[in-house]
């Protein structure tokens, strides 16, 4: 573990390198788009006074070009904003009163049904009265208005609290999807993409899975068949587009963060992320996410699809909720027969029909101009399109299908262990996909007769007995910013999802696909973090009044613990483990923070005064008073890491609030594996009332040694409720 985690470490520096070496040598007048983060909005400020203030800061910089500059103002819910600019006049920028960071707005990525009955949270599930006033935004690639998942019959008007619009170009909102905007700052959007309709189908699948109505007999060609729902089915849906073709810009994600907490949402869900951690000033997911929670607003994020490999999870700040991916107990498995009638399993989805073809490896059909050694991965353009027309083509490469369809074959197989086995995915034309050792026995069947053929069966739907695992896409921890706090948060489905789809795509969105379908299933953290999201906006239901933190805490430390046997990178996987709704709307305690405790963790991690004074707005300064350690912010999971293999220790000081019943008493309860030893102080709480708060210290001294992971528990009980939270003792 050590080793690859110091490989990612290393990778990090030199690519950083390279690319500081890049900008240095770059001519120093080229102009990009920055985002200039000037934290808290003034106080006593208008709209117009904002505006002008960032006019003004740009004159004094730039002189008459201001005006064409500045391309955008955050004055909403925060302050700032987006300008095109040399290097010399971001640097002078960087250098006003007032500026927290400048940075340059680069692109993101984006990263039924059945997967809320396998949390344990049926249809039929206990509901709050007032989840109809719940609003959730989910800042994605727009929403398909016209589907099922959508429709608002029985939906009274938005509440009152709502203050958003709807962009109808294209587009039209109804009680149910009661607002829609798109934003397009530095010109990222397409042709056809300047409207909050979805031509992806990603934001349709997730604001359906957040909150989608309740539809029957839903599926993808008979596949995952049954009622589609969103986790909360009555709350109502903002959609903020965000993301095109052509990715997602940070600037235009600030924007739909500023718009959405001054359009009164409950819930963010944002399933996009970048390819590296950053600085929580640099961050605009930090930053959008911190000006949520100051307003009440928790934010969940997907932790990324940049795993298995360790420290590879990029939403990290403290303030949010970072989720996982991980499995339902369905699978779906696709089988091709030879025509010896032996029979190979893969997993991949196939809704055509099973038609036998002749099938030819992939290595023997080079195109003219290619060899062998190309096509043998079904490289773009290296099959010979004559020798694969009606032919199924094995490919030793993932996007060998891909090519096979845009090169005239008929069918693909992916034979390699390419470490994403363990997901099922949609291809342009009939495709399963094999370990080696099944694509070797194929190829060699391939040779041993002439006319060699095979049928690929419509794909089948079976049990997963081992679920849920998290998938081996699923960003990993450690978090890179903040060593010792366990990131990701928690897991939530992620893994063949059954969803609303847009109809302005196909199943694959690959050019020549023409499956238009309502429903789709697609895997992705982007598929698990809308499940957290449904399930925050759950416990809003209950709870209107929870603190952002407060909500985060009842999911974490109700959560279903995951096993480190079936899931090797334990907490680096699964953080506290599998959420589980119901449970989270009753958790007994919860571990709260406010803004200032997260402003003391900042200043504890050597954030400027300066800078964190224009964050929150006010005067608050750090001294020694606020200043805390990492292992003292008040969060739901303890971690303690160290570089070097030997003996550690550290207190951790926490404070929980009842929220349980009045008159409670609980018990701590450890679970410590050996080498790691762990003492609470006090060992049991009692409250009077709800809402009192206790304090406890948690003492960990592990004795670890290098390439080591250890987990333990620590379990507050009152006989009722479990209040679980994991600890992490790690080396590098
Ligand atoms: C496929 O191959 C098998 C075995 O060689 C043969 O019996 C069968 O007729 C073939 N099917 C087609 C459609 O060519
Ligand atoms: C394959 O099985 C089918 C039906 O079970 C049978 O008709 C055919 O002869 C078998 N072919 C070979 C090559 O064994
Ligand atoms: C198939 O035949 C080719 C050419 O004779 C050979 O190089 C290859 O190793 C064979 N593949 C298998 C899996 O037997
Ligand atoms: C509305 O969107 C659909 C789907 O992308 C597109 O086909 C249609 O042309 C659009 N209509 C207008 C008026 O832009
Ligand atoms: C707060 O903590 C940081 C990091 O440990 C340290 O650099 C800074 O001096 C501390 N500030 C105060 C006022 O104690
Ligand atoms: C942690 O808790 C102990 C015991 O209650 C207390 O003495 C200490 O001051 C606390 N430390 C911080 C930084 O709050």
């Known amino acids: 573990m050590a080793s690859l985690l110091k490989l990612l470490f290393l990778l990090t520096f030199t690519y950083s390198f390279i690319f500081s070496h890049i900008f240095a040598a770059a001519d120093s007048n080229d102009v990009k788009t920055y985002i200039v983060y000037m934290g808290h909005l003034p106080k006593n400020h208008n709209q117009f006074s904002v505006a002008s203030l960032h006019t003004n800061m740009l004159q004094e910089v730039i002189g008459s070009r201001a005006s064409t500059s500045l391309l955008w103002s955050y004055k909403k819910s925060f302050n700032g904003f987006v300008a095109k600019l040399t290097e010399d006049e971001k640097n002078k920028l960087a250098r006003m009163e007032g500026v927290v960071s400048v940075f340059v707005s680069q692109k993101k990525q984006l990263h039924t049904t059945r997967s809320w009955d396998f949390l344990g949270f049926p249809q039929d599930v206990k509901r709050a009265p007032l989840e109809s006033d719940v609003i959730v935004a989910v800042l994605d690639t727009g929403a398909w208005p016209e589907s099922d998942s959508f429709n608002d019959d029985g939906f009274g008007p938005p509440p009152p609290k709502w203050k958003g619009s709807c962009d109808t170009t294209n587009f039209t909102c109804n009680n149910k999807l009661i607002g829609a905007k798109y934003f397009n700052i530095d010109g990222v ?32 060609y008979g596949l995952a068949k049954g009622v589609a729902r969103g986790g909360v089915p009555s709350a109502r849906i903002a959609v903020y587009k965000i993301c095109y073709l052509r990715g997602c810009s940070d600037a235009d994600i600030l924007a739909a963060f500023d718009d959405a907490v001054a359009d009164g949402v409950d819930i963010i869900s944002l399933s996009i992320g970048g390819f590296q951690p950053l600085p929580y000033f640099e961050d605009p997911i930090a930053i959008g996410a911190f000006h949520s929670m100051k307003n009440g607003i928790l934010t969940s994020s997907s932790a990324g699809n940049r795993g298995p490999f360790l420290g590879s999870v990029t939403s990290v700040a403290p303030w949010f909720l970072s989720v996982a991916a991980s499995s339902i107990d369905r699978k779906f498995l696709t089988r091709i027969v030879l025509g010896n009638n032996i029979t190979y399993q893969g997993a991949a989805i196939h809704t055509f029909d099973a038609v036998v073809h002749p099938i030819v490896y992939g290595g023997s059909v080079p195109n003219d101009g290619f060899v062998g050694e190309q096509s043998r991965f079904c490289d773009p353009n290296s099959l010979n399109p004559t020798l694969i027309e009606n032919k199924i083509v094995v490919c030793e490469n993932i996007q060998g299908p891909r090519n096979v369809f845009q090169s005239g074959g008929s069918g693909a197989v992916i034979d390699g262990d390419f470490g994403s086995e363990d997901y099922a995915e949609n291809y342009p034309l009939p495709t399963t996909y094999l370990s080696s050792n099944d694509g070797n026995d194929v190829r060699s069947y391939i040779n041993s007769t002439t006319t060699p ?25 450690p978090n890179r910013v903040t060593l010792d706090i366990i990131k990701p948060d928690l897991t939530a489905p992620g893994v063949e999802i059954l969803a609303a789809w847009s109809q302005g795509t196909s199943v694959t969105g690959i050019n020549g696909d023409t499956r238009v379908v309502p429903y789709n299933i697609i895997s992705g953290t982007s598929m698990s973090c809308p499940h957290a999201s449904a399930a925050a906006a759950y416990i809003k239901s209950f709870h209107p009044t929870w603190s952002p933190t407060a909500i985060k805490s009842a999911l974490m430390t109700t959560a279903t613990q995951m096993s480190s046997t079936k899931n090797p990178d334990a907490e680096f996987a699964y953080g506290s483990g599998q959420i589980d709704p119901l449970k989270a709307i009753d958790p007994g305690l919860v571990y709260d923070a406010q803004e200032q405790d997260y402003v003391s963790f900042l200043c504890g991690q050597g954030y400027r005064d300066t800078s964190l004074r224009i964050v929150t707005g006010d005067s608050s300064a750090c001294s020694e008073a606020t200043n805390i350690t990492v292992w003292n912010l008040n969060y739901p999971s303890f971690a303690l890491s160290t570089r070097t293999a030997g003996s550690i220790s550290r207190t951790f000081n926490r404070t929980v609030t009842n929220v349980g019943g009045a008159d409670s008493s609980y018990e701590a309860n450890v679970v410590a594996p050996s080498g790691m030893e762990v003492s609470v102080n006090p060992s049991s709480l009692t409250f009077k009332s709800i809402g009192e708060k206790q304090s406890f210290v948690v003492t960990v001294t592990a004795t670890i040694g290098s390439n080591a992971l250890l987990s333990g528990s620590l379990v507050w009980s009152d006989g009722g409720h479990k209040v679980t939270s994991p600890i992490v003792a790690f080396t590098l």
């Open 189 to 220: 959007a397409g042709d056809g993409e300047t409207t909050a309709r979805d031509i992806d189908g990603h934001g349709t699948h997730t604001a359906s899975t957040v909150a989608g109505r309740a539809v029957n007999n839903a599926n993808l």
């Open 453 to 477: 053929n095979a049928t690929i069966l419509k794909t089948d739907e079976l049990v997963d007995e081992v679920a849920p695992t998290v998938v081996s896409f699923s960003s990993r921890g």
